[in-house]
């Protein structure tokens, strides 16, 4: 039988979402693994906020943490229950890896909570096999987005390559005359959890030339031209899903006829 204790504590993990739902998070932790599936894929991913106390499933997250780090957090606390993983869900939610910051391994038993299979989500990509369907006209200048994690110049598996991949197959049947691909990175200094963040002026360039290059080897032929920006550059983007910070770093791709 659960103790007393334990009963409030669990009433006030699933009370903490209804209440905090939509609420913007952003902070600094070692990620925790929770081995919810014997050693497999389908474990959770759990971050602390040091500040309240609360523990999170991070487990949403289009980049997987790496234990051996830590994390920089951004999310937005989801009404979805904790049961799966055991905490508060963070959905949308973004967990870069800062890899100067060291952080000791830690791994949690399932504890009978039984994780979440995997599975694909909205955001996937076809096989190259399989034909896409043609984007319908009229075909007039447009903007495209990718996005990466804090510091760091990779394109994200599954995250762009679904957003490239939607970008190509659009400017394939538009034909513009050239793309503008414009870099950005987030380099105005700001303090999270007692660690201050600032990315580097040249990640924007970094960051444009990967996509770039990218563009070209998927759509041979066609004009590219880089550019970059620094400093604070906020996108309504909804690919962005409403994550300022992952707004910030990211990379344009501008068609124009």
Sequence with gaps: MKSLATLVALGASLASPAQ?????????????????????????????????????????????????????????????????????????????????IPCTRHMLPAEGFPGRRYKLQGRYIDPISVPRET???????????????????????????????RATTWIKAAKPGKLIVTGFAATDPVEVSGVMLAEPADLARQRAETIAETLRRLVPGIRVETR??????????????????????????????
């Design 228 to 257: 970059w920006k620094a400093g604070t550059s906020p996108s309504d983007d909804p690919d962005a899903d409403t994550i300022p910070g992952q707004a910030e770093r990211r990379v344009e791709i501008r068609a124009v006829f």
């Design 135 to 165: 984007p319908p006209g009229p075909y007039t200048e447009r903007t495209f987005n990718a996005y990466f994690e804090y510091g760091n110049d990779f394109l994200i598996y599954q995250y762009d390559d679904y957003l490239l991949d």
């Design 20 to 100: 905090d739902t939509g609420k913007l998070l952003r902070f600094v932790t070692c990620p925790v693994y929770r081995d919810t599936d014997d050693g497999r894929k389908s474990g959770c991913w759990l971050a602390s906020d040091r500040e309240t106390g609360k523990r999170y499933d991070v487990s949403w997250s289009p980049y997987k943490p790496d234990w051996n780090y830590a994390i920089l957090v951004e999310g937005r606390v989801s009404d979805e229950p904790p049961a799966p993983c055991g905490d508060t869900v963070l959905r949308p939610v973004r967990t870069s890896r800062l890899y100067g």
